[in-house]
T-cell receptor
């Protein structure tokens, strides 16, 4: 158990809909990262927050948004969903900024299926 | 965009053999990390090597880093069927402290 909690574990929805994925980082971790993993693919970096502020942005679509709340949990909002958005969405946390403080701890992911 | 690229994409070996996976990256880094992912599960951190280190060991794992070639290798010695998984390298991107992952190497260890 990494200590990172992601909900929901599975989500099935229709094209055009909007969903929210939630992540609770490990206790004490200030950084949260979101990644997308399509079937049998690598991890695409979406966005990173540190202590409530956005710190880095990857190839995140404009239809996607995220935030980190004062209690450090984070939410990833996906709107106007398309079939191609079906993927595993991972949240990871670290104590500080990964380049300086080391490893990321991953949740078990939220599997999104868009029909 | 991806930062690292693993090679090979897939590797199949017999139990007891050694497995070597390589990773190349594009920018200067603070550290390089290797992660393991069992099918459909979250990634698990294996080992971290800093840019001023050349080699690191952890149990049956040996990692090397060549910053002049922007490459790293992960060696798993005396592999076991339980080592079957995908292995990813990750680096901080442009020293921005966000971690970018490669596409991974899928390792199959046959009993």
């Amino acid at each position: 158990d990494s200590g990172v909690t992601q909900t929901p574990k599975h989500l099935i929805t229709a094209t055009g809909q909007r969903v929210t994925l939630r992540c609770s980082p490990r206790s004490g971790d200030l950084s949260v990262y979101w990644y997308q993993q399509s079937l049998d693919q690598g991890l695409q970096f979406l966005i990173q927050y540190y202590n409530g502020e956005e710190r880095a942005k990857g190839n995140i679509l404009e239809r996607f948004s995220a935030q980190q709340f004062p209690d450090l949990h984070s939410e990833l909002n996906l709107s106007s969903l398309e079939l191609g958005d079906s993927a595993l969405y991972f949240c990871a946390s670290s104590v500080g900024l990964a380049g300086n403080t080391g490893e990321l701890f991953f949740g078990e992911g939220s599997r999104l299926t868009v029909l | 965009s991806q930062q690292g690229e693993e090679d090979p994409q897939a590797l199949s070996i017999q139990e007891g053999e050694n497995a070597t996976m390589n990773c190349s990256y594009k920018t200067s880094i603070n550290n390089l990390q290797w992660y393991r992912q069992n099918s459909g599960r979250g990634l698990v951190h294996l080992i971290l090597i800093r840019s001023n280190e050349r080699e690191k060991h952890s149990g049956r794992l040996r990692v090397t880093l060549d910053t002049s070639k922007k490459s790293s290798s992960l060696l798993i010695t005396a592999s076991r069927a339980a080592d079957t998984a995908s292995y990813f390298c990750a680096t901080d991107y442009h020293n921005n402290n966000d971690m970018r992952f490669g596409a991974g190497t899928r390792l199959t260890v046959k009993p």
